[in-house]
Structure formats: structure tokens, C-alpha cells
């Protein structure tokens, strides 16, 4: 029912003898406007009787691009996990299926026709497409919806969509990010933002001071936030109250590579090699640079009793 296949292979054509209608795209965090193309793909899928195809891509095209450009990938609103999530919609999935094309050199020279005959057509049995307003594809960003039309497939374009004059969009929602508006950013996410990644082996600094960290596996990519925040920890479905740290860590480490690391209040547990997910709650303060780890762990000290402070009145909302 729910797959991911993250390269081709020849037995692929077989699983797909249902004829499919498939949106293309970043999906980066699934908001409030992407939501508007998957519920017309189901639409579609229910008129026709067709297969439901979401394809995107590993890293995401722009990032390749940047990356090779400036060297740094440029930030995201959450990790091919997430998007997963997202879509699998705890077991009520929004698509059949998930196509995560890697992006690579190889994939960049695709052309408009290569890319409809060989993977869409061929590979996935596409008949209809639902796209953006401005979706581009292939080699210098060349083809658009008239090649779809040119092979004979049905193409639906789905308007930007609105909310309180302004377009949401990927980016919109990593600018308010960028500055830790994480309310407009739930405005237009609709929900917090998450990263789930698996749990990798950090310094240990932090267990010395009494304060253990589960550091997430971000590979090369570069959350939208930077800060510490109040967060909810989920591994294997249980939840947990954390401070998360987001950032280059500039006191211990003058690299550019950001990390995204976690305490979980109250409980310390081994959780190396576990997939967690951080969702992000409320921004607590910046990240900053200290003369030396006493004052560090100073204020991370203070950020831990800001933390529980903020759990203790969110439940009190709650209950
Ligand atoms: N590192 C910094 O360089 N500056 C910070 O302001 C900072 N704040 C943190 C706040 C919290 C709650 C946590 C858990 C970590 C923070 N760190 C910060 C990261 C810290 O350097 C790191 O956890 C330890 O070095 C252990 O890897
Ligand atoms: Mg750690």
C-alpha cells in the first residue's frame, strides 16, 4: 500500500500495471498549499480509478544546486522522514505511493521528454499529473505543463493558495523560521515543525555536565530554525518533554555543520541508533557564544528551568 523506492529498478513497471495519476514536487514540510495538490490527486484517483503517486526528490533539486554553488545546502522544513510521516498520516496514507528520486548529476540532464517517457510514463504508468502553478522540470528547468499535454497527459494546475493575503509556500514558511516566528510558521504549516532523524553518537560533553543529549543524524541538511526551543520528543511512539538545541554550537566548535540535539527533562534513557522525532514547540532564546562551558551550562541550566516552566503552564492549558 505504502512504498518508497529511492532508485528504479527493472521490476518496478510490474507493481505498476494500474495506471496512476502522480503530483511531482519538494513537498518540503507539507503545508496548508501541498495539501491542496494531494487532495486533488485523490479527487482524481477517485474519478478515474487510478493509482495515487507522489514523486519528489533526495536531496531536493534547488539544494543540489546551491550546494554545488555556495558548498552549504540551504535550510529545510523537515528531513525525507518527516514528508513520509506526513504522508502516511498514521496509516490513513494521503498517496499509495512514494517515489524519492535521488538528485544527482545524472538526473539534473534529464530532459522534459526523458523525464515524462522514461520515469512517468513508463516506470510509473502516469496518465494524469497535478502540479503547481509554477512547476518547472528537467534540464535548466525547461519543461512545464505543455510537454505533460504533448504526451497526452492529463495535467490539473492547482492555484497558489491563500491564507490572509499571502501565498503559502515553502519558502514563506522558512523565512518566518529563519526568524523564529513560530507562530506565522504554524499558520501557514498548520501544525509545528518536526525532524525526525535517527539518534547518532554525539561529544558526550553534555552527559559530563549532567545534562545527556540525544544528537539527531542531519547528514548534510540544515534545519530552518537555529535556537534553543522547548520540544517534544516521540521515540517508538511514547513522548517525551526535551529542550532541543539547533545550531553550530559556537562555543565547543567553529565548523559551519549544524546540529540538532535533545534532553529529554526527567529521564535518561539509551537511545542510540532509535529514529526520534523533535517537534519544535516555542523558541525559548537564541543560540550564543560563551567565553567558556562553565557559563554555557550556566545558561543551559536556566534554559532547563525555563523549559519546565513552560511544560508546567502548557499542561495547565491543557487540562
Ligand atoms: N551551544 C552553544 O555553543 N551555544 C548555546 O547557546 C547552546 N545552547 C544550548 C542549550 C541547550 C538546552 C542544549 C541542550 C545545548 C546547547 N548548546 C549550545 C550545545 C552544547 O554546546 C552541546 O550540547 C554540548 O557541547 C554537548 O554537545
Ligand atoms: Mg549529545
Same mark, same amino acid.
Given at each position: 500500500?505504502?512504498?518508497i523506492?529511492?532508485?528504479?529498478n527493472?521490476?518496478?513497471?510490474?507493481?505498476?500495471?494500474?495506471?496512476?495519476?502522480?503530483?511531482?514536487?519538494?513537498?518540503?514540510?507539507?503545508?496548508?498549499?501541498?495539501?491542496q495538490?494531494?487532495?486533488q490527486?485523490?479527487?482524481?484517483a477517485?474519478?478515474?480509478?487510478l493509482k495515487?503517486?507522489l514523486?519528489? &526528490?533526495?536531496?531536493?533539486?534547488?539544494?543540489? &544546486?546551491?550546494?554545488?554553488?555556495?558548498?552549504?545546502?540551504?535550510?529545510?522544513l523537515?528531513?525525507i522522514?518527516?514528508?513520509c510521516?506526513?504522508?502516511?498520516? $498514521?496509516?490513513?496514507?494521503?498517496?499509495?505511493?512514494?517515489?524519492?528520486?535521488?538528485?544527482t548529476?545524472n538526473?539534473?540532464?534529464y530532459?522534459?521528454?526523458?523525464?515524462i517517457?522514461d520515469?512517468?510514463?513508463?516506470?510509473l504508468?502516469?496518465t494524469?499529473?497535478?502540479i503547481?502553478?509554477?512547476?518547472k522540470f528537467?534540464?535548466n528547468?525547461?519543461g512545464n505543463?505543455?510537454d505533460?499535454?504533448?504526451?497526452?497527459i492529463e495535467v490539473k494546475i492547482?492555484?497558489?493558495?491563500y491564507?490572509?493575503t499571502h501565498?503559502?509556500s515553502?519558502?514563506?514558511?522558512?523565512?518566518?523560521?529563519?526568524?523564529?516566528?513560530?507562530?506565522?510558521?504554524?499558520?501557514?504549516?498548520g501544525? $509545528?515543525?518536526?525532524?525526525?532523524?535517527r539518534?547518532?553518537?554525539?561529544n558526550?560533553l553534555g552527559r559530563?555536565?549532567?545534562?545527556?543529549?540525544?544528537n539527531l543524524?542531519?547528514g548534510?541538511?540544515?534545519?530552518a530554525?537555529?535556537g534553543?526551543?522547548?520540544a517534544?520528543?516521540?521515540?517508538?511512539n511514547?513522548?517525551?518533554?526535551a529542550v532541543?538545541?539547533?545550531?553550530r554550537?559556537?562555543t565547543?566548535?567553529?565548523?559551519n555543520?549544524y546540529k540538532?540535539?535533545?534532553?529529554?527533562?526527567d529521564?535518561?534513557?539509551?537511545l542510540?541508533g532509535f529514529?526520534?522525532?523533535v517537534e519544535i514547540?516555542?523558541f525559548l532564546?537564541p543560540e550564543?557564544?560563551?567565553?567558556?562551558?562553565?557559563l554555557?551550562?550556566?545558561?543551559i541550566?536556566?534554559d532547563?528551568?525555563?523549559t519546565?516552566l513552560f &511544560?508546567?503552564?502548557r499542561?495547565?492549558?491543557l487540562?
Amino acid at each position: 500500500m505504502y512504498k518508497i523506492q529511492l532508485t528504479f529498478n527493472e521490476t518496478h513497471k510490474q507493481n505498476n500495471t494500474k495506471q496512476s495519476v502522480v503530483t511531482i514536487g519538494n513537498y518540503d514540510g507539507c503545508h496548508l498549499g501541498h495539501m491542496q495538490l494531494i487532495s486533488q490527486v485523490n479527487d482524481t484517483a477517485n474519478k478515474k480509478n487510478l493509482k495515487r503517486i507522489l514523486v519528489t &526528490f533526495e536531496p531536493l533539486p534547488q539544494e543540489f &544546486f546551491i550546494e554545488k554553488k555556495q558548498g552549504i545546502r540551504r535550510s529545510r522544513l523537515g528531513l525525507i522522514r518527516d514528508k513520509c510521516n506526513l504522508l502516511y498520516n $498514521n496509516g490513513n496514507p494521503l498517496v499509495d505511493e512514494i517515489i524519492i528520486l535521488r538528485f544527482t548529476e545524472n538526473l539534473a540532464i534529464y530532459t522534459p521528454e526523458l523525464f515524462i517517457k522514461d520515469i512517468l510514463i513508463n516506470k510509473l504508468n502516469m496518465t494524469d499529473v497535478i502540479i503547481g502553478h509554477d512547476f518547472k522540470f528537467g534540464i535548466n528547468g525547461s519543461g512545464n505543463y505543455l510537454d505533460f499535454i504533448q504526451y497526452g497527459i492529463e495535467v490539473k494546475i492547482i492555484e497558489p493558495y491563500y491564507i490572509d493575503t499571502h501565498r503559502v509556500s515553502s519558502s514563506l514558511i522558512r523565512t518566518y523560521a529563519n526568524e523564529n516566528n513560530l507562530p506565522m510558521v504554524y499558520r501557514y504549516l498548520g501544525r $509545528n515543525l518536526c525532524y525526525t532523524s535517527r539518534v547518532v553518537h554525539g561529544n558526550h560533553l553534555g552527559r559530563k555536565y549532567g545534562v545527556p543529549t540525544i544528537n539527531l543524524c542531519l547528514g548534510r541538511n540544515r534545519p530552518a530554525l537555529c535556537g534553543i526551543y522547548a520540544a517534544y520528543v516521540y521515540i517508538n511512539n511514547v513522548r517525551y518533554n526535551a529542550v532541543a538545541s539547533i545550531g553550530r554550537n559556537p562555543t565547543i566548535d567553529d565548523s559551519n555543520i549544524y546540529k540538532l540535539e535533545a534532553h529529554l527533562l526527567d529521564i535518561d534513557l539509551d537511545l542510540y541508533g532509535f529514529v526520534a522525532t523533535v517537534e519544535i514547540l516555542s523558541f525559548l532564546r537564541p543560540e550564543m557564544k560563551f567565553d567558556n562551558l562553565e557559563l554555557l551550562f550556566k545558561q543551559i541550566y536556566a534554559d532547563l528551568d525555563n523549559t519546565r516552566l513552560f &511544560f508546567t503552564k502548557r499542561e495547565k492549558i491543557l487540562l
